[in-house]
């Protein structure tokens, strides 16, 4: 599975929209993007995730560059409950026994 | 999406004793399941692959005999960890992948270890 590389930690100011951003400038065609992340103490939570096109769900929003060599999970107004561990995950998608690899993950801390 | 129920959250256990943790697919039957160890401000480390109805498959540096897994239901994984030493205490987590086409994970709530 590629590498990703994300920042070590970010703020972001409550009710404003949090960026964070991922690169993973090795990633394969048959490789999806996934974000998760992780509340102290707690397993880690499905986000979102995309292959080529920008997906928008209810949590967030995923913007993939055209060469697929970063992306970007936007939160669209953070609360001080979105503070947490976040994680950019390229995997091959679709089966069930492809391993999910960690990286080392965003920190966002969200301010009041 | 799936439901992932870990058991028990939190475990105090004394030096050379040994741990069970479940691990059950509550919605969703998983042939596959995978374990994690996370220990404190660091990322989740892999440990295996557990498989229905056979062996597990051990990431590098992970010792066989120390992490048994078991997987002998579609809905049932165990670790156990055998005669526990301190410096196995840690944050334990399983996970499932569901979709078969697009292959989401979702991860218990963790078993906390702690050995004394």
């Known amino acids: 599975d590629a590498k990703t590389t994300q920042p070590p930690s970010m703020d972001c100011a409550e009710g404003r929209a949090a960026n964070l951003p991922c690169n993973h400038s090795?990633?394969?065609?048959?490789?999806?993007v996934y974000w998760y992340r992780q509340i102290h103490s707690q397993g880690p939570q499905y986000i979102i995730h995309g292959l080529k096109n920008n997906e928008t769900n209810e949590m967030a929003s995923l913007i993939i560059t055209e060469d697929r060599k970063s992306s970007t999970l936007i939160l669209p107004h953070a609360t001080l409950r979105d503070t947490a561990v976040y994680y950019c995950?390229?995997?091959?998608?679709?089966?069930?026994?492809?391993?999910?690899?960690f990286g080392t993950g965003t920190l966002l801390a969200v301010q009041p | 999406g799936a439901v992932v129920s870990q058991h028990p959250s939190r475990v105090i256990c004394k030096s050379g004793t040994s741990v069970k943790i479940e691990c059950r697919s509550l919605?969703?039957?998983?042939?596959?399941m995978f374990w994690y160890r996370q220990f404190p401000k660091k990322s989740l480390m892999l440990m295996a692959t557990s498989n229905e109805g056979s062996k597990a498959t051990y990431e590098q540096g992970v010792e066989k005999d120390k992490f048994l897994i078991n997987h002998a239901s579609l809905t049932l994984s165990t670790l156990t960890v055998t005669s526990a030493h301190p410096e196995d205490s840690s944050f334990y987590i399983c996970?499932?992948?569901?979709?078969?086409?697009?292959?989401?994970?979702?991860f218990g709530q963790g078993t906390r270890l702690t050995v004394v």
């Open positions: 090795t990633i394969s065609g048959n490789e999806y």
């Open positions: 919605d969703f039957q998983a042939t596959t």
């Open positions: 995950i390229v995997r091959v998608g679709g089966g069930a026994t492809n391993k999910l690899i």
């Open positions: 996970s499932v992948v569901q979709g078969r086409r697009t292959g989401e994970a979702f």
